[in-house]
């Protein structure tokens, strides 16, 4: 995990129409290129603002790439305090909340997760 001191930051601006080039944010590998470019200014001492203005539809797929694999590698405090998500649709930000929840169940214990998935699931 990498632990932030608090010290002057440059904000990051990320308008996410304009990086993805589209009004939806559905695929994960749009939200690798969002991940990569969070990942980057966060590893640079910079604060994060994510913009979701003109955005349509966001899908969990999306979410899990750009935001959710960051709780592999930011202690969630961090994430709070460095990286602000502005002007997602109200409609997604439940779906935003469950990405994170999971992403920080799985983070925290990935074999215990894994284990409890398999038995709610199995093989299918």
Known sequence: MIFFNNFTRKLMILNL???????????????????????????????IKLDFYGIEVVTSAFLNAAIGQLYSKFESKDLNEHLKIVNLPIEDRALLRKVIERAKDYFQDQKSFEERMDDLYGDE
């Open 17 to 47: 129409k304009e990086i993805i080039k589209s009004d939806t944010a559905l695929s994960p590998d749009a939200g690798s290129t969002i991940f990569s470019l969070i990942n980057r200014g966060l590893l640079e001492r910079q604060d």
